[in-house]
């Protein structure tokens, strides 16, 4: 099958670069894939492509690899876009939707990202990737490198949910523990590169990683009946999903495989009140996020005090007339389980940020209750067991209480 893209280009100053060649950053910023869309809309419509088994791979066309035998798989199939009536009502929307991320391979939407970029390192004759991670971004990595039969080392904070340390060192990863936080992990990573130890697949540091997240997108569209809602509310660390998206769209639009009149959806970067550097950036209509100090939230992925790509976040916000947003920690930790209890899906506490936001977003009117909201689960709630730890009542046989069963004595 052909291959559509044409060059890879600086979000720094438009600089092109040559595709087919390893391509870290820009101007210290990232760099992003063009494709001739023109030609990918000669080549295949999007009933062709409906039509396809419903993995990841369907969007061929608009994929960047050449050749199907570099491709680096676990199994990426579509994932569930779930409606959420009781969470709906309890919110105050008027339809809510819950794209479950969490089925993909190892409990996460990092997945996605990591299946592009191993795919494309293994064809560039990459054979040692490195990361920073604060959770699901490292046991991704570390699981897409063992399937290519590459090198991998990962580091993490110390604080790092326990079921993240323990699958990156699982999947054969070297991987270390730091003092400090995932900026003070990356730092190490990108010496490291320097030094020619390994390459650094930090987000946003190689051009790849987006384009499996922007697939994020294209299938939402696809399984709202080629339109869009009117907001989507995303669990903001690094943001490649975000930004991923907002290109996923752009690209729909110049195919003409979205309906007329589409509108953009508004986008809402949600962030944990004690990481929050886009939500001060964005109230502040700044360029560039300033790194937050002592950041601590238990939505570990959340827990990014300053994300690489910042200016290409409030880009795609501001665009869109979304807004970065913050949860309270007892809020986000509370949707965390309510949504779990309503409806039965294994929410992270990432989720429960976007649904904290939503939620005063509604009550406060930034949100109309009469809005359809698709909300993101990026992860399972079963790789979080310090967050899921809550008491349980005991019980004997020999003297069952039958009152605190709800039952009669």
């Given at each position: 099958?052909?291959?559509?893209?044409?060059?890879?280009e600086s979000t720094h100053d438009g600089t092109r670069l040559t595709k087919n060649t390893v391509q870290?950053?820009?101007?210290?910023?990232?760099?992003?894939?063009?494709?001739?869309?023109?030609?990918?809309?000669?080549?295949?419509?999007?009933?062709?492509?409906?039509?396809?088994?419903?993995?990841?791979?369907?969007?061929?066309?608009?994929?960047?690899?050449?050749?199907?035998?570099?491709?680096?798989?676990?199994?990426?199939?579509?994932?569930?876009?779930?409606?959420?009536?009781?969470?709906?009502?309890?919110?105050?929307?008027?339809?809510?939707?819950?794209?479950?991320?969490?089925?993909?391979?190892?409990?996460?939407?990092?997945?996605?990202?990591?299946?592009?970029?191993?795919?494309?390192?293994?064809?560039?004759?990459?054979?040692?990737?490195?990361?920073?991670?604060?959770?699901?971004?490292?046991?991704?990595?570390?699981?897409?490198?063992?399937?290519?039969?590459?090198?991998?080392?990962?580091?993490?904070?110390?604080?790092?949910?326990?079921?993240?340390?323990?699958?990156?060192?699982?999947?054969?990863?070297?991987?270390?523990?730091?003092?400090?936080?995932?900026?003070?992990?990356?730092?190490?990573?990108?010496?490291?590169?320097?030094?020619?130890?390994?390459?650094?697949?930090?987000?946003?540091?190689?051009?790849?990683?987006?384009?499996?997240?922007?697939?994020?997108?294209?299938?939402?569209?696809?399984?709202?009946?080629?339109?869009?809602?009117?907001?989507?509310?995303?669990?903001?660390?690094?943001?490649?999903?975000?930004?991923?998206?907002?290109?996923?769209?752009?690209?729909?639009?110049?195919?003409?495989?979205?309906?007329?009149?589409?509108?953009?959806?508004?986008?809402?970067?949600?962030?944990?009140?004690?990481?929050?550097?886009?939500?001060?950036?964005?109230?502040?209509?700044?360029?560039?996020?300033?790194?937050?100090?002592?950041?601590?939230?238990?939505?570990?992925?959340?827990?990014?005090?300053?994300?690489?790509?910042?200016?290409?976040?409030?880009?795609?916000?501001?665009?869109?007339?979304?807004?970065?947003?913050?949860?309270?920690?007892?809020?986000?930790?509370?949707?965390?389980?309510?949504?779990?209890?309503?409806?039965?899906?294994?929410?992270?506490?990432?989720?429960?940020?976007?649904?904290?936001?939503?939620?005063?977003?509604?009550?406060?009117?930034?949100?109309?209750?009469?809005?359809?909201?698709?909300?993101?689960?990026?992860?399972?709630?079963?790789?979080?067991?310090?967050?899921?730890?809550?008491?349980?009542?005991?019980?004997?046989?020999?003297?069952?209480?039958?009152?605190?069963?709800?039952?009669?004595?």
């Open positions: 099958m052909p291959n559509f893209v044409t060059h890879l870290t950053t820009h101007g210290d910023q990232p760099i992003v894939v063009h494709y001739d869309l023109p030609a990918v809309g000669r080549a295949v419509t999007r009933t062709q492509v409906a039509a396809r088994p419903a993995t990841l791979w369907k969007w061929r066309e608009l994929l960047p690899y050449e050749n199907d035998s570099d491709v680096v798989t676990l199994g990426e199939n579509q994932t569930p876009l779930l409606c959420c009536p009781r969470l709906a009502a309890r919110i105050g929307v008027r339809k809510l939707w819950i794209k479950d991320e969490s089925m993909l391979p190892t409990g996460s939407f990092k997945a996605r990202g990591m299946a592009l970029a191993v795919t494309m390192a293994k064809a560039l004759g990459i054979t040692h990737v490195a990361a920073p991670t604060a959770g699901n971004a490292g046991g991704a990595l570390a699981a897409y490198a063992a399937r290519a039969g590459m090198q991998c080392t990962v580091l993490m904070p110390e604080d790092t949910p326990i079921v993240n340390q323990l699958e990156a060192a699982a999947y054969g990863a070297r991987a270390f523990l730091v003092d400090g936080l995932i900026h003070q992990c990356g730092a190490i990573i990108k010496e490291g590169a320097a030094r020619g130890l390994w390459f650094d697949m930090s987000t946003m540091k190689e051009p790849y990683r987006l384009e499996g997240k922007k697939t994020m997108g294209l299938e939402l569209c696809e399984q709202l009946g080629w339109r869009l809602p009117d907001a989507i509310l995303y669990p903001t660390g690094g943001g490649t999903g975000l930004i991923g998206m907002h290109k996923a769209f752009a690209e729909l639009l110049a195919l003409g495989w979205l309906e007329i009149g589409t509108t953009l959806p508004r986008m809402f970067a949600c962030q944990a009140e004690g990481c929050a550097p886009m939500v001060h950036a964005f109230l502040q209509k700044a360029e560039r996020a300033q790194l937050v100090q002592n950041a601590t939230t238990k939505a570990s992925g959340l827990r990014v005090p300053k994300p690489f790509a910042d200016m290409l976040i409030l880009q795609c916000l501001r665009e869109t007339g979304g807004a970065a947003l913050a949860a309270k920690e007892p809020d986000l930790m509370r949707w965390f389980r309510d949504a779990m209890a309503l409806e039965g899906i294994a929410v992270c506490p990432e989720t429960g940020a976007c649904l904290a936001v939503l939620h005063d977003s509604v009550q406060n009117g930034r949100i109309h209750r009469d809005t359809e909201v698709v909300v993101f689960n990026t992860g399972a709630a079963q790789k979080y067991v310090e967050a899921l730890q809550t008491p349980l009542q005991s019980l004997r046989r020999a003297s069952i209480d039958w009152h605190a069963l709800g039952g009669q004595s």
